[in-house]
């Protein structure tokens, strides 16, 4: 999988979480942008866990993480 | 009486103003505004063969409940919120309150009463977003078009209700292993609620939402909250020398997914998490915040939340107190130890009739057991939290600790040593 299908993975289960056309949501703003708050952000790691098999919760995410779906795209493309 | 997992209780929201309204054309103007909105003299109502619905009445009563004051300082205005919390309304078929306090003509609030059957706490700050629109558009009637007032009065999807329910039941009895602690209930038949308002500013409230990513990571404020709320319930706990092998936090959550919520304005949308932490991991806030993230991830990847949400459906065929014995019985009447919520958005503009909005806080009545909430919400860069409490339940030096331990555990700046070790250097 690139990451190129991961970040249009991403888009695709951000958008049904926040329920947004994915056409609206960029891959370059960052998720605090997205108006998510602690309680989507936590359903954006079990669609993870789910998609891609890979659990993030634990694993000391920080801001650059997240800077943009492009970067968390690269982070789950590395850890596959 | 879409869902009813907050029905039968009652929450106030406040707005402060930085300057006075004048009293009788905001009566008129919300008066206006109320009548496009015929839901809200609406009720309950039970056919024969049909499950219960809200209906609303050809004739509506249209007699908006609308007082104002005037007091001469915070002390009085206080009292005054408080009272109008604790006053009941008149019957079934109000739902709405207003209440307009004015300071010395320099210093207004208004604050809106409201049945919990008929909004949660956010849509109650839409339905003022609304009024706020309305004002703007010169009373346009077209406000409510498009919004749904009815449901459904009929049960469908039985299958999917009852097995929400059996994995509803099933978190219940695995909590129930380590029943949480919870306060004693005072004797008596006193229903009245008090409240305090922790009001941080903006500097403070940075400071907060730095140590939130600091100590719980991105976006993980509400863990840092809450896990701040339970070591300040642990400290009273143990000021009272009571022993208590864990704590249970029923946390509201908001189950809608879009932003704007014009759609689902009306009727109760909130769900639960539960998060439930021993008293030994009470000293290790790095321990009993990855706690409850681990808590919330495995709710949410469970569906419980949903769950609850579906479950809540049964109580159209089921009594209320049928399914609060179901509750009660694995733990023991000891629903939980505390409730409690954290609104990180607010959609209001930045004023009202031409007077700018300083603050937003909620002031909701909570069901007993527990008697006792933490809620906070974020509004124009500054955290608030309020303690609302059953009359008798904790001290008025009680509620200072717990206030004072609050504030300072959120607002810790630590020291450059501190924080050298906390990075293992040094």
């Known amino acids: 999988m690139t990451s190129k299908d991961i970040e249009d993975k991403l888009i695709q289960g951000i958008a049904s979480i926040i329920n947004k056309d994915k056409s609206s949501i960029a891959s370059d703003i960052p998720f605090h942008k997205l108006g998510l708050d602690s309680l989507g952000f936590v359903e954006i790691l079990v669609f993870i866990e789910k998609t891609f098999n890979l659990q993030l919760i634990e694993s000391g995410l920080d801001k650059k993480d997240f800077e943009t779906i492009q970067s968390l795209a690269s982070l789950i493309h590395k850890k596959l | 009486m879409k869902k009813t997992t907050c029905a039968g209780n009652m929450s106030q929201v406040v707005l402060v103003l930085d300057s006075a309204i004048k009293h009788s054309e905001l009566h008129s103007r919300l008066m206006r505004f109320i009548n496009e909105f015929p839901a809200v003299y609406g009720g309950i109502h039970r056919d024969i063969n049909l499950c219960p619905y809200w209906r609303i009445s050809e004739k509506a009563e249209e007699n908006l409940n609308f007082t104002s004051y005037n007091c001469s300082n915070e002390g009085d205005m206080r009292t005054l919120l408080g009272e109008c919390i604790n006053k009941p309304f008149k019957d079934n078929s109000e739902h709405l309150a207003f209440h307009f306090i004015n300071i010395e003509n320099q210093k207004s609030y208004l604050a809106m009463t409201f049945d919990h059957r008929l909004f949660d706490a956010r849509g109650a700050e839409t339905f003022l977003k609304l009024f706020q629109q309305h004002h703007e558009n010169n009373n346009d009637p077209a406000i409510s078009s498009g919004i749904p007032f009815t449901a459904p009065a009929h049960l469908s999807g039985w299958l999917k209700k009852f097995l929400a329910g059996r994995n509803v039941n099933r978190k219940i009895i695995a909590m129930s292993k380590t029943p949480p602690e919870i306060l004693p209930i005072p004797s008596g038949r006193n229903k009245r609620f008090k409240f305090r308002l922790i009001s941080f500013n903006q500097q403070e409230t940075q400071t907060i939402y730095d140590n939130a990513y600091k100590k719980a990571g991105y976006l993980m404020e509400m863990p840092f909250l809450l896990a701040v709320v339970m070591q300040a319930m642990h400290e009273l706990f143990r000021k009272r020398e009571m022993t208590a092998d864990s704590y249970l936090a029923s946390v509201t959550i908001d189950m809608r997914t879009g932003e704007d919520i014009k759609q689902e304005l009306f009727f109760n949308h909130v769900s639960y998490l539960f998060f439930q932490a021993q008293s030994e991991i009470m000293s290790n806030q790095k321990e009993l915040i990855n706690s409850i993230k681990m808590q919330m991830y495995e709710q949410v990847k469970a569906g419980i939340p949903r769950d609850i949400m579906e479950a809540s459906h049964l109580t159209r065929i089921a009594p ?68 609302s409490y059953l009359d008798g339940l904790i001290s008025n030096e009680e509620v200072n600790m717990l206030g004072k331990n609050i504030k300072e555990k959120l607002t810790e700046i630590p020291s450059p040593l501190v924080a050298m070790a906390r990075r293992g250097e040094g």
Do not use: A, C, Q, W
């Open chain 2, 320 to 387: 209320l107190p049928f399914l609060k014995k179901i509750i009660d019985i694995p733990l023991k009447g000891k629903i939980s130890t505390f409730i409690f919520s954290h609104v990180s958005k607010n959609p209001l503009s930045p004023d009202i009739m031409g007077t700018r909005i300083e603050n937003v806080f909620h002031m909701p009545r909570v069901s007993v057991p527990p008697g006792l909430g933490f809620f906070s919400n974020y509004f124009n860069g500054r955290l608030n939290l309020v303690i």
